[in-house]
């Protein structure tokens, strides 16, 4: 095997760190070396192409600075079916040590594999997750005629989204506008929609992933079940709607929410009596309370990972009362609250029968904070801007204060909100209360704090409720689920991106792609940009390795 | 269909307590029930949802309903759900009509239940009145070009680009200036990797010129853009650039050249590096005197001082817009020093700056010469500004902050104060390097700067610090202004070119903030990137591939399905021979053809988009709007002047613009007078004499005339400036009959203009009530 072509890059990426001359000096009586001013450039692209056209080794090597330019040059010159090797030698101590390093590198190196047998490529796409980004990436690939494998573990697609009142800047209804996108899906042909499933396992590599798929029992079979909802009149088992933040019963059998996709009843069997009365109630014949966990195998080509986030636990930051104070409500529940869907018909009341007039949200609970999530959560200060506006547009006089450290209004429509509530007599104080104590008769909260403006003072304050901008993190079941897929996690927990700018979409393993909260935390608007952006690698990908699939096979037709 | 009854069935929304919180559902559906060919009414907690759309399902096959109302939200919202619904049923799915009582009833009388509950019965019965008279239409199936435009060659739409190609389909790259890159090729580093932002950008612009689906045009703009979604034909005009491809980048040109550039202080032939790409150079005409010097340095004879302009025709399929941001041009707020004194830097320049510098040690001002010892950044310039720019620009506190990063890189001493007023690092590694610079002694100060003003050299700044609420003044020998983001120079262009919106933020308007934030209004027209809204470069990034996915959703597909909403001849009315329906039709979609001895219209269906322009035109009325037929409309009209008339303010509302204003007014929550009527026409450009005419024998009070704003915004090209042009006309006749001309207005409302649409309403009723008073 001839030595391969050896491409010493003269950019700034390297020149940086490094006399690219001396370097060369070093390298050229040992080695097929060409200086290339800027290898990631046009021209220096054309010029290795030429060298590589003409030389009989299979690959080359570019020897380049600290920089993110290898990857997508090899990507370039395998455009013209060139390969090669990118090394970075910017970080030894001096151009001598690096050329020795490079010399030993060019002798030990493996010579890449004989090409291998064709491979046949899976056209499907796995989307794991069923929340707005999960949706989008679905919808957008199976109207680019790709076959769409749509994993959700819960029993209904819709995500955190199905269960929020309004959306900021907007102020318009979630539900009405996710409610036709969850629609979109049930209705698509190109989408077969997997609901109480969980990945197990994978093998493969980018363009031919095979997955086995667990479905979990529903206990109703779906195609019998028309989701007229007889089934959970009947049954004598009551239990708090976890999607209600257990603000209002529900059945042990039972559909989550109005909007459910699939709109089917499911059985909750940790609280199954086993009375039957269902079964009898069910004129279709659709409940099988034996159901039992089946496999299920699939093959695509890529996959689109959305799922694998949680609102912040705000039981963790003790001194606020979450879980012990009636009236201490996440972000999350208070959006039930407000939502005319939702526990109390949309009337600002406590659970008490108090009516809400007197609120404070503090914001950055569990986020921005070393002890917790070190990471700005982004989207917390936006979604109590909107709360509290809801408030004032329900009623007028109430008093609400915002207890920050920034005001992150960060996007579009965003800052203009922001001033809204501000005219609208929204109080906003900087600092946050150290922690609140609950009157236990009236069970109103009382909120210690000190008040950093004109010197630092003791202050206090009496409310009939509190809103705790909890944030997000990843799930639970996120890092299982990397584990299984293989893809490297960032230090915070979410998936790390393939580069963090280049490539934010991609997961550290080709062919795998993400899209929304999953990669870091981020509102609705980005999470659907991104879940497109996703959907489109994925096509791109697909696409890409059949056609040089393709290509090879003719090539080798041909010679 | 024609020997069968009409059998209409009419469903009420609650919207959860959208529309049932404000407006007494039950009694509008007992209302409905009173219409006659009304078969069923109902109400439900939520017709989109599933439930819901089952439920009309099976009543139209039970009831063997033939038509459908649905009162509920805007039509621009769920129309395509309920028409899916009627199609799964196995009727026409346009024979729906829908009566909006949440965007222009609920949510605009929200302070006013009964009112705002006798309005809907008008809407349903307006609805009603429609429906009855609603005919099947067909889709129109048409091919497509499969080729995409992408207009900006920076991230986001080289992104798109290699995203497109990759995928199979041809890509027409459209770049304004004379290299790929767009603004980060003056930039120096990157968050969080902080690797050379020119590292991340040349493999991608590389890999775009090579790309063999990819033709690249620099130097180029798309100046004229024509056609519909799959079928757009774009006329990309390439200005001389001066130099030909054999040009290889060696530089001896720069030398003789005379003359320098004021912006850049680069000579008039110039490159970035010597890895710009495309490889080769560019002539900055603007500077250039002609001089001759560089061609005669060039040992490749590559340079043409006397190269033209070219224009190119293209046939494309779908079009993403991404041509970015510029920075705020501080010069306009002398209160930052920027100009007067030396001192004062932009962001933008201290990242040219520190792409050129890269030597660690003490920091020399490149400006004043003078060691920098103390540096101080001032946050907002250009953002968040009540007399200014109202939003935040997203990025600036992150470059901010990885200025400070970068340069105590080369000088770990340097003292650095940063005057902020919220720090916004929110995407997950951000946070890291705003406590990273605390730990460093980086001091923030929480406030608003007043002034930049003192020694030039080392200006004072004088804050006004919100912690202590004092005044306090710090000097620095380097001053950086942070510079918010603004629309593209060229955004005015495009949006003409285009028929693009903007918001009130000057940026390009999205669809639909959430569920269509890369669509625009326009079908088969996309957003990427900073042109929507100012956004870093992973953002873009994702954007520029999600744009390429909805392109790839229209274009991977053989065929795309036009709606059925086209012109129609009744050639029995044709006189012949006046053509004014061929002479106005925006888009050339009508053909002569000779019918019993005269020119008479034909119809090119394909081409046709369905503005009713030529049924405004036609002085017999022989010319129609499938699905807005003159019928339809006067049954409308005639539905909303049913009861008491002359109280009443009929608004004719173009769908595009002054509709979506209307709702954005609900949208918005701004209440007005609870007597406005709107019957919606796809375009102002419908509007005639006897339209007008006829809603006034009927007794209207008022008669509001609404389209997009002239002269760009229409969505047919020119519908609006018919209209504006018979208005003239229509004025006249009005008087003529001895109608007050007050009672006659034309206003134009745009799509983010609710507030103008409830101004312009909440006059008309006023003026209303005058003329009732003064006839009384």
């Known amino acids: 095997m001839p030595d391969p072509p050896v491409f010493l890059c003269d950019a700034s990426c390297l020149t940086d760190r490094m006399r690219v001359d001396r370097l060369a000096e070093a390298l050229r009586d040992s080695c097929d070396l060409t200086v290339i001013p800027y290898a990631c450039g046009e021209r220096g692209v054309r010029k290795m192409r030429e060298i590589l056209e003409v030389s009989e080794a299979s690959h080359g090597v570019i020897l380049t600075g600290r920089c993110p330019a290898g990857e997508a040059l090899g990507e370039v010159l395998a455009d013209s079916g060139h390969a090669v090797t990118c090394l970075d030698v910017s970080a030894y101590a001096s151009e001598t040590v690096a050329a020795a390093h490079v010399l030993f590198r060019l002798r030990t190196e493996k010579k890449p594999a004989p090409r291998r047998a064709r491979k046949v490529y899976a056209d499907a796409v796995l989307v794991i997750g069923g929340g707005v980004a999960g949706v989008q990436a679905a919808l957008d690939l199976a109207e680019a005629e790709k076959k769409v494998y749509l994993v959700e573990r819960a029993v209904s697609i819709g995500g955190i989204m199905s269960q929020l009142d309004k959306t900021f800047p907007t102020l318009d209804c979630s539900i009405c506008i996710l409610g036709p996108k969850l629609a979109d899906v049930g209705r698509n042909p190109n989408i077969e929609l997997l609901t109480l499933t969980e990945v197990s396992s994978i093998k493969g590599e980018a363009g031919r992933f095979d997955v086995t798929l667990t479905l979990h029992p529903r206990y109703v079979d779906m195609s019998r079940c028309t989701g007229c909802g007889s089934c959970s009149e009947v049954c004598p088992v009551i239990l708090p709607n976890e999607w209600d933040l257990n603000l209002k019963p529900r059945k042990c059998i039972h559909i989550l929410f109005a909007q459910s996709i699939p709109l089917r009843a499911s059985v909750d069997m940790n609280h199954c009596i086993g009375c039957q009365l269902c079964v009898r109630a069910c004129e279709k014949e659709a409940i099988n309370l034996e159901d039992t966990e089946r496999k299920k195998k699939i093959k695509v080509g890529a996959i689109v990972v959305t799922a694998g986030l949680d609102p912040f636990d705000a039981t963790k930051r003790a001194g606020y009362g979450y879980g012990r104070y009636e009236n201490v409500f996440t972000n999350i529940d208070f959006e039930r609250i407000v939502c005319a869907s939702g526990p109390t018909g949309g009337s600002l009341v406590r659970p008490d029968g108090k009516p809400i007039k007197k609120v404070a949200f503090i914001q950055c609970v569990g986020s921005r904070d070393v002890r917790f999530n070190r990471y700005c959560s982004g989207f917390c200060c936006m979604a109590s801007i909107k709360e509290a506006m809801l408030i004032k547009e329900n009623v007028p006089d109430a008093e609400v204060t915002i207890f920050f450290n920034d005001i992150r209004a960060a996007g579009k429509g965003f800052e203009e909100l922001y001033l809204r509530v501000l005219k609208h007599g929204v109080s906003f104080i900087k600092g946050f209360p150290s922690w609140i104590e609950e009157d236990a008769e009236t069970r109103d909260l009382m909120l210690n704090f000190e008040e950093m403006v004109e010197g630092t003072h003791r202050s206090a304050m009496r409310v009939d409720a509190v809103i705790l901008a909890g944030g997000v993190e990843p799930d639970e079941a996120l890092a299982g689920l990397a584990e299984t897929l293989g893809v490297e996690r960032d230090p915070f927990g979410f998936l790390e991106e393939r580069h963090p700018t280049l490539s934010a979409i991609e997961t550290t393993v080709p062919g795998i792609f993400m899209a929304g909260g999953v990669q870091g935390p981020k509102d609705i608007p980005e999470s659907v940009a991104q879940a497109s952006g996703a959907a489109a690698r994925a096509l791109a990908m697909i696409h890409r390795l059949k056609a040089r699939s393709r290509s090879q096979d003719e090539s080798e037709r041909s010679s | 269909m024609k020997d069968d009854a009409v059998r209409i069935g009419v469903y009420v929304c609650h919207c959860g307590k959208n529309i049932a919180g404000v407006i007494r559902t039950a009694d509008a559906v007992a209302f409905a029930q009173t219409i006659d060919d009304v078969v069923l009414a109902r109400e439900d907690p939520y017709l989109c949802a599933e439930p819901g759309q089952k439920q009309i399902m099976s009543d139209i096959q039970e009831f063997n309903l033939n038509r459908v109302v649905i009162a509920a939200c805007s039509p621009k919202l769920h129309e395509p759900t309920f028409r899916g619904a009627l199609a799964n049923a196995g009727l026409n799915p346009y024979l729906l009509e829908m009566a909006n009582i949440r965007e222009h009833c609920s949510w605009v009388h929200h302070l006013d239940g009964p009112a705002a509950t006798e309005k809907s019965f008008d809407l349903i019965r307006m ?519 002359g109280h009443k303010i009929l608004a004719f509302c173009c769908n595009w613009c002054s509709y979506a204003g209307a709702d954005f007014a609900g949208v918005s929550r701004l209440s007005y007078p609870p007597n406005v009527r709107i019957i919606k026409y796809m375009c102002s450009g419908r509007v005639n004499r006897q339209l007008v005419l006829h809603a006034f024998e009927k007794g209207a009070g008022m008669v509001l005339i609404s389209g997009c704003r002239p002269p760009g915004d229409c969505h047919y090209i020119s519908g609006n400036i018919q209209c504006e042009r018979r208005m003239r006309a229509i004025r006249n006749i009005v008087e003529k009959r001895g109608i007050h001309p007050d009672r006659l207005r034309l206003e134009w409302v745009s799509a983010t203009e609710g507030v103008v649409f409830q101004r312009v309403v909440t006059e008309m009723n006023e003026r209303l009530r005058e003329l009732e008073a003064e006839n009384a």
């Open chain 2, 127 to 645: 609805a009603v009145a429609k429906a009855r008279l609603l005919e099947p239409l067909e889709n129109r199936r048409v091919s497509t070009h499969k080729r995409a435009l992408v207009i900006g060659g920076g991230i986001a739409g080289m992104r798109a680009a290699l995203d497109l190609a990759d995928m199979g389909l041809p890509v027409i790259l459209v770049e304004k200036s004379p290299f790929l890159g767009g603004k980060l090729k003056g930039w120096s580093r990157m968050h969080p990797s902080m690797e050379r932002a020119e590292s991340l950008i040349l493999p991608m612009g590389t890999r775009v010129l090579t790309h063999p689906l990819i033709s690249v045009f620099t130097d180029s703009e798309v100046t004229e853009f024509s056609g519909y979604i799959g079928n757009f034909r774009a006329t990309v005009t390439q200005s001389p650039r001066g130099v030909l491809p054999s040009c290889d980048l060696c530089g001896q040109c720069v030398p003789p050249c005379p003359v320098t550039r004021t912006d850049t202080g680069e000579k008039a032939i110039y490159a970035p590096s010597k890895g710009a790409n495309p490889s080769m150079m560019a002539i900055d005409f603007d500077t250039c005197t002609r001089c001759g010097a560089c061609v005669e340095a060039c040992p490749k004879d590559a340079i043409r001082l006397d190269e033209e302009a070219k224009e190119q025709v293209f046939e494309v399929g779908a079009v993403v817009a991404a041509v970015g941001f510029d920075l705020f041009q501080p010069e306009s707020q002398p209160k930052y020093g920027y100009g007067a004194l030396p001192g004062v830097m932009t962001s933008e320049e201290v990242e040219g700056w520190l792409r050129t510098s890269a030597e660690a040690g003490k920091l020399t001002h490149p400006r004043t010469g003078k060691p920098i010892r103390r540096a101080a950044f001032i946050q907002c310039v250009g953002s968040r500004d009540p007399e200014g720019n109202r939003y935040c620009s997203r990025i600036c506190c992150m470059v901010a902050l990885k200025q400070v990063k970068e340069l105590l890189e080369r000088d770990p001493d340097l003292a650095v104060t940063v005057f902020y007023r919220d720090i916004r690092t929110i995407k997950k590694e951000d946070e890291d390097l705003y406590r990273e610079m605390r730990d460093r002694g980086v001091r923030f100060v929480r406030g608003v700067v007043q002034s930049v003003t003192g020694d030039p050299e080392t200006p004072t700044i004088l804050v006004h610090s919100e912690l202590t609420d004092t005044l306090a003044a710090d000097r620095a020998d380097l001053v950086v202004l942070s510079l918010g983001s603004v629309p593209p120079a060229g955004r005015d262009r495009v949006k003409s070119v285009l028929k693009l919106s903007t918001s009130d933020d000057g940026f390009f308007l999205e669809a639909h903030p959430k569920l269509k934030p890369l669509d625009t209004a326009i079908d088969g027209v996309f957003l990427a990137g900073a042109c929507q809204a100012p956004k870093n470069a992973a953002e873009s990034m994702a954007q520029g591939s999600g744009a390429a996915a909805r392109v790839a959703g229209l274009l991977t597909k053989d065929h795309l399905e036009l709606d059925g909403i086209v012109a129609f001849v009744i050639y029995d009315q044709c006189h012949g021979e006046c053509l004014l329906c061929m002479k106005q039709c925006p888009f050339s979609a009508i053909e002569p053809i000779v019918m019993d001895g005269k020119k008479k219209p034909r119809i090119i269906e394909a081409a046709c988009k369905g503005c009713g322009t030529c049924a405004g035109a036609c002085p017999h009325e022989a010319m129609q709007l499938k699905g807005f037929t003159r019928d339809q409309l006067y049954a409308q009209i005639d539905a909303a002047l049913e009861v008491d008339p």
